[in-house]
């Protein structure tokens, strides 16, 4: 598949390398680049839930 690649700054071949995910073939999300390696990640849920604990933002004035 033909991509564009945000290392080499063109379109390149990207493929999928052996998953190490434990994805059955064809189904893993990682796509790298044959030419730098760059990876990216495709057909990722449309929502990712976060269910770590909240964060909270601190501000500082001066005083």
Do not use: S, Y
Not at 4 to 27: I, M, N, S
């Amino acid at each position: 598949m033909n991509r564009f690649c945000a290392t080499c700054a063109v379109e390149r071949l990207f493929e999928q390398p052996p998953c190490l995910d434990g994805h059955e073939p064809d189904t893993c999300p990682e796509w790298a680049c044959v030419d730098c390696g760059h990876a990216v990640l495709l057909g990722l849920p449309a929502t990712v839930l976060h269910t770590g604990p909240k964060l909270a933002l601190l501000v500082r004035t001066a005083a």
